[in-house]
């Protein structure tokens, strides 16, 4: 069981769109449609802003969106605002259902 | 609404036996589908995931700190509990607790230093 494959970093400018991947295996991500993302930001704790590859909880601007194709996921913020500014992570079950994964995190920017 | 709490001790010795708390409230570990997970971060570090305790009592553990690791949930008092046995300097992290399986809610977090 092996963490999920970040860049360590992204970043755009303001309105932009940036792209976050997340790479994995047939064991999870390709093996099952249960990939989350976590907003976190400095002394505070994650906040799911996808789950199941592309759900958005309430709460959560559209300008936050998931996808997945094979054994990558990605997400995407698009219009980027200054509060997007944060470290993501994402997730996915793996191995039958029995474990869950984390990625390595990537530290968006915001210039 | 769905509310956590981790509790329990900020500083531990090497090789000492870790127990958490979690402490919820808006949900019930005996309503079928519901878990709740436990989470951990290192200063600086990404999260990695340590455990999850089913409404059923099915519990799961990380491959890599199975051996060290147990989870137990007393439904009457909205806790679930954790232990982690013989401590490291390398287990200094900020335990967090989350409801669900995709950790839709998650608590305040608690840091824990492992120093002699």
């Known amino acids: 069981q092996s963490a999920l494959t970040q860049p360590p970093s992204a970043s755009g400018s303001p309105g932009q769109s940036v792209t976050i991947s997340c790479t994995g295996t047939?064991?999870?991500?390709?093996?099952?449609?249960?990939v989350s993302w976590y907003q976190q930001h400095p002394g505070k704790a994650p906040k799911r802003v996808i789950y199941?590859?592309?759900k958005r909880p309430s709460g959560v601007p559209a300008r936050f969106s998931g996808s997945k194709s094979g054994s990558t996921a990605s997400l995407t913020v698009s219009g980027l605002q200054a509060e997007d500014e944060a470290d993501y992570y994402c997730?996915?079950?793996?191995?039958?259902?029995?474990?869950?994964?984390f990625g390595g995190g990537t530290k968006l920017t915001v210039l | 609404q769905i509310t956590l709490k981790e509790s329990g001790p900020t500083l531990v010795k090497p090789t000492q036996t870790l127990t958490l708390t979690c402490t919820f409230s808006?949900?019930?570990?005996?309503?079928?589908?519901?878990?709740v997970g436990w989470i951990r971060q290192p200063p600086g570090k990404a999260l990695e995931w340590l455990a999850l305790?089913?409404?059923?009592?099915?519990?799961r553990y990380s491959p890599s700190l199975k051996s060290r690791l147990t989870v137990t949930k007393d439904t009457s008092k909205n806790q679930v509990v954790l232990t982690m046995t013989n401590m490291d300097p390398v287990d200094t992290a900020t335990y967090y607790c989350?409801?669900?399986?995709?950790?839709?809610?998650w608590g305040q977090g608690t840091l824990v230093t492992v120093s002699s």
């Open positions: 989350a409801h669900s399986r995709s950790f839709d809610y």
């Open positions: 305790i089913y409404w059923d009592d099915d519990r």
């Open positions: 997730s996915s079950f793996a191995d039958s259902n029995k474990f869950v994964v």
């Open positions: 047939s064991s999870d991500i390709g093996g099952y449609d249960y």
């Open positions: 808006g949900f019930s570990l005996s309503t079928s589908g519901v878990s």
């Open positions: 199941e590859v592309n």
